[in-house]
């Protein structure tokens, strides 16, 4: 069961990729992609190795894929950000809290 959903953005090698980031908790469930122009048969399988690279490590902090490495860096730093912001969104609401 995902209880968010983070939307991502990168840039391919020939044009923008738009991915889903599905957390529960601060468990990565699933990556998903919606939107790309990349060609289909050399983007699908390497986004299955990226992908189960990423959920295996629950981290985008794993090595991009040779090859195709534009495109997974640009993945792979998106999905970074994405988790980070969240985090960081999380801390502020967090600490909002006054002591007198």
Do not use: W, Y
């Amino acid at each position: 069961m995902t209880d968010e959903t983070l939307k991502v953005k990168s840039q391919g090698r020939n044009g923008e990729i738009e991915f889903e980031i599905n957390l529960n908790g601060d468990k990565i469930e699933d990556v998903q992609v919606t939107k790309s122009s990349e060609t289909p048969a050399i983007f699908n399988q390497v986004f299955d190795k990226l992908k189960n690279n990423i959920l295996e490590a629950q981290s985008f902090e794993v090595d991009a894929i040779s090859g195709a490495s534009l495109m997974t860096k640009g993945m792979l730093d998106a999905g970074k950000l994405a988790l980070e912001a969240k985090e960081h969104q999380k801390l502020d609401l967090d600490v909002d809290v006054a002591v007198i």
